[in-house]
């Protein structure tokens, strides 16, 4: 499974890859294409996706999902922008400690696609006295902190072509250049650009809140929808990273 994911990755990376790697005298244009290469790679694929999902549904539900994107990306700024103050501090010899957790904490994503999934089908339930049931309902309402952790989360997930884009590629030009400091937060932007392009284009084909006023029953079917999108996506992706 995860040679699949590789090959559809390669297919839509390689041409940006090379983009990037041209650029690299313009550092900014090359960390921006260098994210949006990591957003296609196999580790960020199914999350993408998954996000793509998530958000997408909310935005045709019910509002367009603009604050949730921008935590969601603030979420990734935030690991990419620590990840290189720890390089920055300590040197390049800390991606070699970090790798020893990137696997286990990929992991985490696929069984939290199910669990999101089985709730919004209805299959998990929560009471409101347990604070992972407001976790979950995070995702699904006004999901701000919900949005930043899964931003979080998704960019902890590291893969080989992430190691490579990030650690071997990006921040050696971080640290060559006196405004390095703004590269990572342009790298996650990058990241986030299929979720911002998906987003943009049902605003922009004023889809947003489109079964709003079709009643509860329509917004149920869209809801069902998603959480067996969000399940085959969570059941794929833990298949693909737990057999490794």
């Given at each position: 499974?995860?040679?699949?994911?590789?090959?559809?990755?390669?297919?839509?990376?390689?041409?940006?890859?090379?983009?990037?790697?041209?650029?690299?005298?313009?550092?900014?244009?090359?960390?921006?294409?260098?994210?949006?290469?990591?957003?296609?790679?196999p580790?960020?694929?199914?999350?993408?996706?998954?996000?793509?999902?998530?958000?997408?549904?909310?935005?045709?539900?019910?509002?367009?999902?603009?604050?949730?994107?921008?935590?969601?990306?603030?979420?990734?700024?935030?690991?990419?922008?620590?990840?290189?103050?720890?390089?920055?501090?300590?040197?390049?010899?800390?991606?070699?400690?970090?790798?020893?957790?990137?696997?286990?904490?990929?992991?985490?994503?696929?069984?939290?696609?199910?669990?999101?999934?089985?709730?919004?089908?209805?299959?998990?339930?929560?009471?409101?006295?347990?604070?992972?049931?407001?976790?979950?309902?995070?995702?699904?309402?006004?999901?701000?902190?919900?949005?930043?952790?899964?931003?979080?989360?998704?960019?902890?997930?590291?893969?080989?072509?992430?190691?490579?884009?990030?650690?071997?590629?990006?921040?050696?030009?971080?640290?060559?250049?006196?405004?390095?400091?703004?590269?990572p937060?342009?790298?996650?932007?990058?990241?986030?650009?299929?979720?911002?392009?998906?987003?943009?284009?049902?605003?922009?084909?004023?889809?947003?809140?489109k079964?709003?006023?079709?009643?509860?029953?329509?917004?149920?079917?869209?809801?069902?929808?998603?959480?067996?999108?969000?399940?085959?996506?969570?059941?794929?992706?833990?298949?693909?990273?737990?057999?490794?």
């Amino acid at each position: 499974m995860y040679e699949f994911f590789s090959i559809i990755s390669n297919f839509f990376s390689q041409p940006l890859i090379n983009i990037g790697l041209s650029t690299k005298d313009i550092p900014i244009i090359s960390a921006f294409i260098l994210g949006l290469v990591g957003a296609l790679a196999p580790c960020q694929f199914t999350g993408n996706l998954g996000a793509i999902t998530l958000y997408g549904s909310r935005s045709i539900q019910k509002n367009i999902a603009w604050k949730e994107v921008l935590y969601f990306t603030l979420g990734k700024i935030a690991v990419f922008s620590g990840f290189g103050l720890l390089v920055w501090i300590f040197g390049s010899e800390i991606k070699t400690s970090l790798t020893v957790y990137f696997p286990w904490i990929r992991r985490i994503i696929g069984p939290m696609f199910i669990l999101i999934g089985l709730f919004l089908l209805g299959f998990i339930k929560f009471r409101k006295s347990i604070s992972l049931g407001d976790f979950f309902k995070s995702f699904q309402k006004e999901g701000r902190i919900g949005a930043f952790f899964m931003g979080v989360s998704f960019s902890l997930g590291f893969c080989p072509t992430m190691f490579v884009l990030f650690f071997v590629t990006l921040m050696p030009m971080a640290l060559s250049v006196n405004y390095g400091m703004i590269l990572p937060p342009i790298f996650a932007i990058g990241t986030s650009l299929p979720l911002i392009i998906s987003v943009f284009l049902i605003w922009y084909l004023e889809l947003g809140g489109k079964f709003l006023k079709k009643g509860r029953r329509i917004g149920a079917i869209v809801q069902k929808i998603t959480g067996i999108i969000m399940l085959i996506i969570g059941v794929l992706d833990t298949i693909t990273y737990w057999s490794l």
